[in-house]
C-alpha cells in the first residue's frame, strides 16, 4: 500500500516537475558555491572561468600549510610572517591570498579576537599589533574572556553554570585547517533549505489534497482500509516523500560542492572564527547541524501542509503556511527584543545564526540552549501533529466537506 | 443479508435533502430513480458510509454500518456520480492502488485486476494514463474499481451520465451481468438504464420515497392511461398543456402525441401500454426533460 501511495506520489506530473527543479536547483547552487571562491595567484590574477572549480582546492592546499594546533607559538609566527610581509609590501598593505608564504588571515582573525573582545570588528591595525603582543598567555586570556562572557550573557546563575561548563569544553590549543568550503557551504546550503522546506510542504499537501482535488475522496474513503491503513500510509507517504525529496536534495548539494572544494577543515572547531560561542562544534558539525535542523524543519513543514489540508479539504491555505513560518517570521526574529521570538520555525533555517545567540529556556534549574531545544521542540510538534492528520482524515464526512469547500469559495 | 435503513434524514443547512426514508434491501438489483436534486446521491453517500445521517439508522444484517466500519467497507464496492481518479496514474497502476486500500494482496490484485479489466473492455488501455481515457472508458474502470473486492453491496451513482448510447447500454448490460448474489444499487435519473435491468424500483422526489416496487407495479398502478393521437399542428400547444406529454413527433398531417390521461384525449385517440418513462413523466412532469432524461 505504501508502495502504491509513493508510486503515486511520484508519478505525479507536477510533482515529478518540481522534482526536476529541486534537483537542479541543487547543482546550480553547488556550482555557485563553487564560484564564491576566489583564488588568486602569485601574479595577482584571480582564476577566472574552468580553473574556478579548483579554486577551493588549491586554497585548501595552502592554507593548509599552517594546519595544525594553535599553539602561542604558532600565532606568533603567523603575526610575525604577516608583519614582515606587510613591512615588504610598498603600499604596506600586503596581499595575502597572492603571497604564498603568507599566513591565512583566519589565524590572524583569531588571534585578534582574543585581545579585541569589546568591538566585533576588527581592523587592519588589530592585525598590525599581533606582531608586537607576546602571545605566550593567549589562552589565559582567551580563557578570562570566556568567563567574563559568561557571566555576560547568563541572566541566571544556572545559565551562567552552563555557559562555563560550555566553554570549558573548548579545547586548547585551537586546532587550525582550512574551513572555507563549510563555510561558505553552511550558507548556501541554507539558502537550499529555506526553498526545501516551502515546496515540501506543498509536495506533502498534495499527498491529502489530491484526493479532494481529483474528487477520488468518495472512492478512497469507501474502501475497507480508506479510513485506517490507507490514511496512516498517506502520512508516512508524506513523511517519506520529505525525507527523501529533502536528503536527495542536500546529498546533491552536498556531493557536487564538497566533492569540488574539499571537506578540509571538518574538525575545525567553529571558535575559530567566532572564539566566544557557547556550542563546542566543529565546522563539520555546524554543517550537519544545519541540514540536520533542515530536515527538522521540513518534517514539521509536511506535517502542518499535512493537517491543515486534511482540516480543509484543500491544499490552497496550508500551502501559504511555511511561508508563514520559515520566511515571515524572519522579520518577527529580527524586529524582536523578546527571547521567545527567537523559539520560532524560522531559527530551524537559521542555523548559523542560531549558533552565535545566546538565548535560553529555562524551567526551574534546568536549562536549555536554544538550538538543542528548537530542535526537539520542532520534532515533538511534528510527530505530536501527525495522530491530528490521521484523525481528520479518518474522520471525512463528505457533508463537512461540501460545508468547508463551500465556505472556503465564499471566503474567496 | 439485509441492508436496512429507517427512519434516515440528512439536512443540509436549511434543506432537507433526504426526509425519513425508511427501506430493505437484499441481493437483486435496485434502481433509484429520480430527478436530478431529489436526494438520491446524499442517499447514496449515506449507504457508502461516506456521510452520517442526521437522523434515522442504516443497519446491514442488523447492525449499524457506521459501527461495522471496516466490515462493512470490505462488502462495499462504490462509483460514485462524479468518478474522481488520479489522472498521472496508469489504469493499471490505479486499479493496483485501490486494490491495496481495499486490502487486497498483490498477486490477488493482478489476477483480478486483469480479469476485470478484460470484462469491462479496458485491457488494452491498461498501460495508459487515466487522465488520457475517454469519458466513457473512464467510468469502465470505475465500474472495475468497484468490483474489486467482488463487493457484496454495489453501489452505482448516474453510472451512465454523460456517456453516448451505446455505451450506455453496454453498461446496463454490464451491470445486469454483476448482480448475481449481490445487491446492487443503482442510481439514475434516466429512465431506460433501470427499466430492463432493475427488479426493484425505487421513486425519489424531494427527499422522500414515494413510490416502492417492480416496474408492472408501477406501470399498473398508473391511474392515468398512455395515449397516441394526432393532432393539428397549430393545436399542440393546447394539448402539451392540458396533459404531460412525453413524445412529440411530427408527420403527414399533423403532430403525433404520446400523451398521459385519464379518458381518451381525441376521437382518434389509441390506448398505449404504459412504460417507465410514462411512469416517470407522470410523477416527474416537466423535470423529467432534465439532461438525458430522454434517453
Known amino acids: 500500500m505504501l508502495k502504491c501511495e509513493l508510486k503515486k506520489f511520484f508519478s505525479k506530473k507536477t510533482n515529478k516537475a518540481i522534482l526536476t527543479a529541486l534537483l537542479l536547483g541543487a547543482v546550480i547552487i553547488s556550482f555557485l558555491a563553487v564560484d564564491n571562491m576566489s583564488y588568486t595567484d602569485t601574479g595577482e590574477e584571480i582564476t577566472t572561468g574552468f580553473s574556478k572549480i579548483t579554486a577551493g582546492r588549491r586554497i585548501e592546499a595552502e592554507k593548509n600549510q599552517w594546519k595544525g594546533e594553535l599553539t602561542p607559538e604558532k600565532i606568533a609566527d603567523a603575526a610575525k610572517s604577516y608583519h614582515e610581509l606587510k613591512q615588504s609590501d610598498s603600499e604596506g598593505v600586503p596581499n595575502l591570498e597572492s603571497e604564498k608564504t603568507g599566513p591565512p588571515l583566519d589565524i590572524l582573525y583569531f588571534a585578534a579576537k582574543i585581545y579585541q573582545t569589546e568591538n566585533d570588528v576588527i581592523l587592519l591595525a588589530d592585525l598590525d599589533r599581533l606582531a608586537e603582543t607576546d602571545h605566550g598567555h593567549i589562552y589565559d586570556t582567551y580563557a578570562d574572556n570566556l568567563q567574563d562572557v559568561a557571566v555576560e550573557y547568563a541572566k541566571t546563575p544556572e545559565q551562567e553554570k552552563l555557559l562555563t561548563e560550555q566553554f570549558g569544553k573548548i579545547k586548547f590549543p585551537v586546532t587550525y585547517e582550512a574551513y572555507d568550503a563549510w563555510e561558505i557551504m553552511a550558507e548556501d546550503a541554507e539558502m537550499y533549505i529555506m526553498v526545501l522546506v516551502v515546496v515540501i510542504g506543498f509536495l506533502a499537501a498534495g499527498i491529502i489534497d489530491e484526493e479532494f482535488r481529483t474528487h477520488a475522496e468518495k472512492i478512497f474513503f469507501t474502501t475497507k482500509y480508506g479510513r485506517s491503513k490507507a490514511v496512516r500510509n498517506k502520512i508516512i507517504a508524506g513523511m517519506l516523500a520529505t525525507t527523501i525529496v529533502y536528503w536527495a536534495g542536500i546529498g546533491i548539494l552536498s556531493l557536487i560542492s564538497f566533492g569540488l572544494m574539499g571537506v578540509s577543515g571538518f574538525d575545525t572547531p567553529c571558535q575559530i572564527d567566532d572564539p566566544y560561542i557557547m556550542y563546542t562544534i566543529t565546522k563539520g558539525q555546524r554543517y550537519l547541524l544545519v541540514v540536520v535542523c533542515g530536515y527538522i524543519a521540513s518534517l514539521l513543514s509536511a506535517a502542518v501542509t499535512m493537517l491543515v489540508t486534511a482540516k480543509m479539504h484543500t491544499e490552497k491555505v496550508a500551502v501559504f503556511i511555511p511561508i508563514l513560518m520559515y520566511w515571515v517570521s524572519y522579520i518577527v526574529v529580527r524586529l524582536t527584543v523578546v527571547d521567545a521570538a527567537y523559539f520560532v520555525p524560522y531559527i530551524l533555517v537559521n542555523m548559523d545564526n542560531a549558533a552565535k545567540y545566546y538565548i535560553f529556556f529555562q524551567i526551574g534549574n534546568v536549562v536549555f540552549r536554544l538550538i538543542p531545544f528548537v530542535m526537539v521542540l520542532y520534532v515533538a510538534v511534528s510527530i505530536i501533529l501527525l495522530p491530528f492528520i490521521y484523525r481528520s482524515c479518518s474522520r471525512y464526512d463528505s457533508a463537512k466537506s461540501i460545508k468547508k469547500r463551500s465556505k472556503y469559495l465564499e471566503v474567496k | ?295
Open chain 2, 1 to 295: 443479508m439485509e441492508l436496512r435503513f429507517k427512519g434516515v434524514s440528512k439536512q443540509y443547512g436549511d434543506v432537507l435533502a433526504v426526509d425519513n426514508v425508511s427501506y430493505s434491501m437484499e441481493t437483486g438489483v435496485y434502481g433509484l430513480l429520480g430527478v436530478n436534486g431529489a436526494g438520491k446521491t446524499t442517499l447514496m453517500t449515506m449507504l457508502c458510509a461516506v456521510t452520517r445521517p442526521t437522523a434515522g439508522e442504516i443497519t446491514w444484517d442488523g447492525k449499524d454500518i457506521f459501527r461495522l466500519g471496516e466490515r462493512y467497507r470490505d462488502l462495499l464496492g462504490y462509483l460514485p456520480q462524479n468518478f474522481g481518479f488520479y489522472p498521472d496514474l496508469s489504469v493499471s497502476d490505479y486499479m493496483m492502488y485501490i486494490a491495496s486500500i481495499k486490502g487486497i494482496r498483490p498477486d490477488t490484485a493482478k489476477k483480478r485486476i486483469k480479469e476485470l479489466l478484460e470484462m469491462v473492455g479496458v485491457s488494452k488501455y491498461k498501460g495508459r494514463k487515466m487522465k488520457t481515457l475517454s469519458g466513457g472508458m473512464a467510468r469502465r474502470v470505475g465500474i472495475a474499481q468497484a468490483m474489486l473486492n467482488d463487493p457484496k453491496i454495489l453501489v452505482l451513482d448516474e453510472p451512465t451520465a454523460g456517456l453516448d448510447p451505446n455505451e450506455r447500454i453496454r453498461f446496463r448490460n454490464l451491470i445486469s451481468g454483476l448482480a448475481e448474489d449481490r445487491l446492487v444499487l443503482l442510481s439514475t435519473h434516466i429512465v431506460s438504464d433501470v427499466e430492463f435491468i432493475a427488479e426493484q424500483i425505487i421513486l425519489m422526489k424531494d427527499g422522500k420515497f414515494f413510490f416502492t416496487g417492480t416496474s408492472e407495479e408501477l406501470t399498473s398502478g398508473m391511474e392515468e392511461g398512455v395515449w397516441s393521437c394526432t393532432v393539428p399542428s397549430d393545436k399542440v400547444n393546447q394539448y402539451m398543456q392540458k396533459y404531460p406529454v412525453g413524445n412529440v413527433k411530427h408527420v403527414s398531417g399533423g403532430v403525433e402525441l404520446r400523451l398521459l390521461s385519464k379518458t381518451p384525449p381525441s376521437e382518434n385517440a389509441v390506448r398505449e401500454e404504459a412504460t417507465l418513462e410514462d411512469v416517470f413523466l407522470l410523477y416527474f412532469g416537466e423535470k423529467a426533460g432534465d439532461e438525458d432524461a430522454e434517453i
